[in-house]
């Protein structure tokens, strides 16, 4: 069974950080990508970042440089570090995982299995 419940998530003054988790279960993990998207209200669910099980990384363009994704497989949690973040950050952070091919790995529709979502605030 899939299981994703992300946490982390809160209020904080532009250029602060924040690190979101999010916990797996067993078969969750052994899926070739996990990733971090976010959705803004009246937005669509956009790509943040993204860990394949081998450890390759991969951001969208807006994040680079302040946010880094990690993963702890024996612990079955993915991280998503985030850095000097700005008012334009602020969304429902969801995490998600899927045995998806890399080409399709920045775009919601291929995955099927979501986490709750942990709302980030960031005021300037």
């Known amino acids: 069974q899939v299981q994703l419940a992300e946490s982390g998530g809160e209020s904080v003054q532009a250029g602060g950080s924040l690190r979101l988790s999010c916990e797996a279960s067993?078969?969750?993990?052994?899926?070739?990508?996990m990733a971090w998207f976010r959705q803004a209200p009246g937005e669509e669910r956009d790509f943040v970042a993204a860990i394949r099980r081998g450890g390759h990384t991969y951001y969208t363009e807006s994040v680079k440089g302040r946010f880094t994704i990690s993963r702890d497989n024996t612990k079955r949690i993915m991280y998503l570090q985030m850095n000097n973040l700005q008012p334009e950050d602020t969304a429902v952070y969801y995490c998600?995982?899927?045995?998806?091919?890399?080409?399709?790995?920045?775009?919601?529709?291929?995955?099927?299995?979501w986490g709750q979502g942990t709302q980030v605030t960031v005021s300037s």
């Open positions: 067993e078969s969750t993990v052994r899926m070739t990508t």
């Open positions: 998600t995982a899927g045995n998806t091919i890399l080409s399709s790995l920045r775009s919601a529709v291929n995955y099927n299995h």
